[in-house]
């Protein structure tokens, strides 16, 4: 079985391949293969999730697959049964691959060691989120043609990002020069990144805006949002000084007028949306690779 639980131990080659598969999918746009016919996917988000979720479940569904959609809100989770017991349910009901979004963090690796089943991580706590590191390399990639060389800054709540450590692990595989530029209380020293200020963020490839996590903070972090999109955000006229080569991401869902203006969500150097579409092959090249 061929789990995926996150970028750090993933060698260069394998995220390689993933990329070139992703490509592969995106070059053959048809509406429903059958690569996955006759499997089962479970998508089993123990957190909230828009895109993860639905470009999973889109990529499912594009491969063949049936589709079971968990929600732990309208789950026996509510009646108080473990995440343990839950997937082990649905493995005992015969599926195929199990996607996960996990708010503990340390769960998804003892899991995985317990579930045969492949598993793949959606994004578990402040730890990892893989496939959205992977479509956010692809959307470098599609643009720069090659990631190697670039420097690219990830800008915001860094201490509780799953995105920014999967980014930073799998890029400096890469060769990219990874940045981090947050106020000093969301800053996650442990990660023995260089923290740039906000002006030398402007220089980089990309500047990757982060979603400043309320439902992650305690009490005082954030002192308020105008404060926040002074110092910190990506504003109208702090993106007038970026290169013309230079693109700005962002993982979404998306603070808009806190982390980044509204304006420029959608500006010619943005890539947030592409960056959704992007998530689809990914996640079909994931899933083939899981069931390969
Ligand atoms: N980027 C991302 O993970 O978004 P969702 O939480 O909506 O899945």
Redesign the pocket.
Known sequence: QRSLLGLKELSKEEIESILDRAAYWENHPVKVHTAMQGKFAANMFFE??????FSFEVAEKRLGAEVLNFSAAVSSVQKGESIYDTVRTLESMGIDVGIIRLKPIGVLAELATRIKVPLINA?DGNNE?PT?ALLDMYTMRKHFGQLKGLTVTIVGDVLHSR?ARSNLWALQKFGVNVNFCSPPNMQAPELNASYVSMNDALKSDVVMMLRVQLERHESGMLSSAENYREHYGLTADRASKLAKHAIIMH???INRNVEIDDELVEHPQSRIFPQMENGVPIRMAVIERALS
């Open positions: 909230n999730s828009t895109r993860t979720r994004g989120h959205q995105v993982p979404a869902p």
